[in-house]
């Protein structure tokens, strides 16, 4: 596909400039920050079968606050399905920890993982085993709607791929986020077992966390937010339900709000 680029108007310390923001493309991507936010980064982490292009809007966004952003591209992602049916759990989890540690040894000591979709089931593990300032969890799945990732399994050993089947509208959301048009079966199982342990491990999580889910949302249903913020340990939790989203919540009608309130706990936290 090709990438798509569009001019946005910056004012940093007084000093205007344009840069030229490229959207659509998977790579992943480091935005430094600038002011008293800099210090802080926020590690943008994709879902399943996505790629970093579903953050970058997000992460122009936060970089305008001051922030410093760093997105990961997971194993197996931003490529093609026949890459990613070659990893499974412990090589996502492995990038996650590996763009973690990179940070630590660059310096910074303020890091805030926000991760979408199996992005925030490692947003949130991230939170259990390592120190970071925040959490943010964005159309986490606990409860799945599609029947198919129970059957994973077994369909493994008859199927290698399934097609997605995409609901009528979301072209452009799909478009964005460049997300694969084949899910992995195998991986579908890895995904389970993710969602297993970290659903079973969430009072582990004690750091500020902020829930976003869709209400429209047909992959992680909507009781998957309530979930999680009833069995984490933190103190100070936030959710908020966005009534026009779907799982593409960082895409959807809503993003403009969802970008706000990210800022707005973000800013609290600091």
């Known amino acids: 596909m090709e990438s798509v680029w569009l001019p946005v108007q910056h004012t940093h310390r007084e000093e205007s400039r344009t840069l030229e923001r490229k959207f659509c493309t998977p790579e992943p991507f480091f935005l430094p920050g600038f002011g008293p936010h800099a210090d802080t980064v926020v590690l943008l982490i994709h879902g399943f079968t996505g790629s970093p292009s ?15 952003v760093k997105a990961v591209l997971l194993p197996g992602h931003g490529t093609s399905p026949e890459d990613m049916i070659q990893t499974g759990f412990r090589d996502w989890w492995r990038g996650v920890k590996e763009s973690f540690e990179e940070l630590r ?3 910074y000591k303020r890091i805030v993982p926000i991760g979408h979709s199996m992005g925030g089931l490692l947003s949130l593990k ?3 085993e390592e120190e970071v300032s925040g ?17 994973a399994y077994i369909l493994q050993f008859f199927v290698k791929y399934i097609s997605k089947e995409r609901p009528p509208g979301s072209e452009r ?10 899910t992995p079966v195998p991986c579908v199982v890895h995904l389970r077992k993710l969602l297993f342990h970290v659903k079973k491990k969430l009072d582990q999580v004690r750091v500020p966390l902020f829930i976003a889910q869709g209400e429209m949302d047909r992959l992680s249903l909507p009781r998957s ?3 999680i913020y009833e069995r984490v340990s933190s103190e100070q939790k936030e959710m908020k339900v966005y009534p026009n989203s779907s799982h593409g919540i960082l895409l959807d009608s809503d993003r403009d709000q969802v970008f706000e309130d990210i800022g707005m706990f973000l800013a609290r936290l600091t």
């Open 135 to 151: 959490v943010v969890s964005l159309a986490t799945p606990i409860h799945l709607g599609s029947r198919k990732v129970a059957l």
């Open 126 to 128: 991230l939170a259990m």
């Open 225 to 227: 937010a309530p979930f």
């Open 105 to 107: 040894k660059a310096g």
């Open 54 to 68: 579903e953050f970058r809007r997000l992460g122009y966004y936060l970089q305008d606050k001051g922030y410093t």
């Open 173 to 182: 959301i799909t478009s964005e986020s460049l997300s694969y048009d084949r």
